[in-house]
């Protein structure tokens, strides 16, 4: 057999990072996990790949991906002298249309559920600008299929408001399959058929609507690549009808996304992508995205910053409590969560259970996944502090809701409940805790 050619390619990429092999393989070992597939590669292997030794085909996007973390840019396999991955998303550029309909037609299969759980979250996804979007899309044009009107339109408006309220009751996993049915069976073609223009534009803006909450709902299954692949449909979709309101929110979304994954500056990015393309934002929509910029910029460490922007969405809530109804879920309870969050990345962990506990107060029954979430995570605070009987009393109030939901992200907070308990099993409170959670934890996330 032939030596390999070195891969400069790979190897000039490699010097930029300054990485150390141990380093890099450390790397994509952490990738491989975030993905949901565990891997164990030391600095021999990295070697080899610097050497011209191709990678496994299912370890080259985790290649790309942490040097785009750490370069701070694209990356794409050519510039790194790997070859594509069979279907990569980035090297085919489908229309929209067509590319939703493949997109939903891959989130209905169940056999293919596996393979699009390990699509990556990435740093480096490249997010159009409004001017770039507005008014074109190169598939939306007049089909052949059918004639639509403004029923129809109501029609995917009002089945996108009914999924999202499943959503917030019973969570992503029960409710996002529908929603890629819908997606594929009836809102796709839709934006083939013929129509008046402003039919035509209303459409597109209700589908991105509904691609919005199709990624939200992959958000919380964990599935944080398939999540973006459904959000940029969404920024497509609400370029080509002009519709501001879903473009500044599907950044937004990308935004909560990335903070919650730990992407401090991705997450400040989005969030003020979301802010600059909403220019004329009335008060309650303004404060929607001055508390996400508040947790961001937090979480790179802006301390002024983040209390800046925290004032910013207080005197807007102020404003918009006194005008008008909630915009969507953002409401007082919302905006308390995100003071808990800006206090607790800055330090204040009492000052942070204070604003969680204010949240909880205030949050309408409706938004079940988010009341054991959020409770989950007052709990935990509270047990930072050494409350551990608070802690396991917030605990149980998170049980009570959490068998009626199939939410990745309530998983994770239940698993984390369960490490964080064991120490304490001596403890009165935290041994009936124990037993409580047990009856209702699915077994694959109790401890080994």
């Known amino acids: ?80 002298g790997l070859p594509p991955a069979a279907g990569d998303q980035q090297a085919d550029h489908p229309s929209t249309v067509e590319g939703l309909l493949d997109l939903g037609r891959q989130d209905m299969d169940p056999s293919r559920r ?42 995917v408006a009002a089945m996108t408001e009914r999924i999202s ?43 991105s609507d509904l691609c919005y909450l199709t990624g939200y709902m992959a958000v919380d299954e964990g599935l944080h690549g ?31 996304q990335a903070v919650d994954m730990g992407h401090g500056a991705e997450a400040m990015r989005l969030a003020d992508a979301a802010a600059a393309a909403s220019p004329k934002a009335g008060p309650r929509m303004r404060a929607f995205l001055a508390g996400q910029q508040a947790h961001a910029a937090a979480q790179t460490g802006a301390r002024v910053a983040a209390r800046a922007y925290l004032r910013e969405a207080e005197v807007a809530m102020e404003k918009a409590e006194s005008q008008s109804k909630a915009f969507g879920s953002y409401d007082p ?10 206090r607790f990345v800055l330090g204040d962990v009492a000052g942070s259970i204070a604003a969680m506990q204010q949240s909880d107060n205030i949050r309408q029954s409706v938004y079940r996944r ?44 239940i698993k984390t409940m369960h490490s964080r308990i064991r120490p304490y099993l001596r403890n009165h409170a935290a041994r009936d805790l124990f037993e409580k959670a047990r009856l209702v934890t699915p077994a694959e996330l109790l401890p080994r």
């Open 1 to 80: 057999m032939a030596t390999p050619e070195p891969n400069e390619g790979l190897e000039r990429l490699y010097r930029e990072t300054g990485w150390t092999l141990r380093q890099f393989a450390q790397e994509i070992n952490r990738l491989g996990t975030e993905r949901g597939t565990p891997l164990r590669y030391r600095e021999p292997s990295v070697h080899q790949w610097l050497k011209g030794h191709k990678p496994r085909e299912d370890v080259r996007p985790l290649i790309l991906e942490a040097l785009a973390r750490r370069l701070r840019r694209p990356v794409t396999a050519g510039e790194a």
């Open 114 to 155: 596996s393979i699009l759980g390990v699509g990556l979250f990435s740093v480096a996804l490249t997010i159009p600008n409004w001017p770039d979007v507005i008014g074109r899309m190169q598939a939306v044009q007049k089909g052949h299929v059918q004639r639509i009107g403004m029923t129809d339109v109501q029609t």
């Open 165 to 207: 309220d499943l959503d917030d009751q019973f969570g992503g996993r029960t409710a996002r399959p529908m929603a890629a049915a819908f997606l594929v069976n009836t809102a796709a073609p839709y934006l083939r058929a013929e129509a008046p223009a402003d039919v035509r534009k209303a459409m597109m803006g209700a589908v």
């Open 226 to 256: 398939l999540a973006q692949r459904y959000y940029l449909k969404a920024l497509e979709l609400a370029g080509a009808s002009e519709d501001h309101l879903t473009f500044c929110t599907t950044l937004r979304g990308m935004s909560v």
């Open 333 to 342: 309870s919302s905006l308390l969560y995100h003071t808990s969050q800006v």
């Open 370 to 413: 988010a009341r054991v979430r959020h409770r989950c995570t007052l709990a935990e605070r509270q047990l930072d502090l050494g409350h551990l009987e608070a802690a396991c009393q917030t605990w149980t109030l998170a049980l009570d809701d959490y068998p009626s939901l199939q939410s990745g992200r309530a998983d994770e907070r």
